[in-house]
């Protein structure tokens, strides 16, 4: 099968699991892109997310650097198509469907019961890249206790000020590039 067919099936699906943004399919995608088709390092993975989260527009068009990694500007063009498309479908049908029962009790039960499913998935998007950044991928036993404490240093301000994050990613960027450089 063709790298082409195979991001095309990646990314579909990933797609159609993003309930609640595309954060919320982050571990799977670092699961698919770098353990089951080895096309991304960790690093890389980290990298990639965080040119996505600081490039303007959907923090998820770094989804399209995946895809030129592997097959250049196809590979991008794939994959953008890939990524959005099935869920930008699907949304409009169920759209369509949520407005014709706006009165059924239900319906504010469903959303109160996403909210939780969204807020996990989320979780499990930020311990997947955090893992990724603050754990030594060549020893898997080692810590980075630097990454760990501007991580923490980071998540403190973000909850305690109202900074925009893009600061904090540059501040971060900046100390992590003096303080881990060398090793």
Known sequence: MSDLVRL???FCLLSLLAVGGGSAVLPEMQHETVAVHHWVTDDQFATIYSLGQMAPGPN???VA???WQVAGVAGLLVVLVAFYLPSSFLVYGCS???????DNPWRNAVQRGMAPITI???LAGVHA???TACINSDRPLDFNIISSIVALAVTGILFAKHINPVLLMLLGG???WFLLRGG
């Open 8 to 10: 095309l099936n990646v």
């Open 60 to 62: 998820m068009s770094m």
């Open 65 to 67: 650097l995946i895809g």
């Open 96 to 102: 369509y469907i949520w407005d014709q029962f706006k």
């Open 120 to 122: 996990g998935l989320m």
């Open 129 to 131: 890249v955090g893992k």
């Open 174 to 176: 900046g100390v992590g």
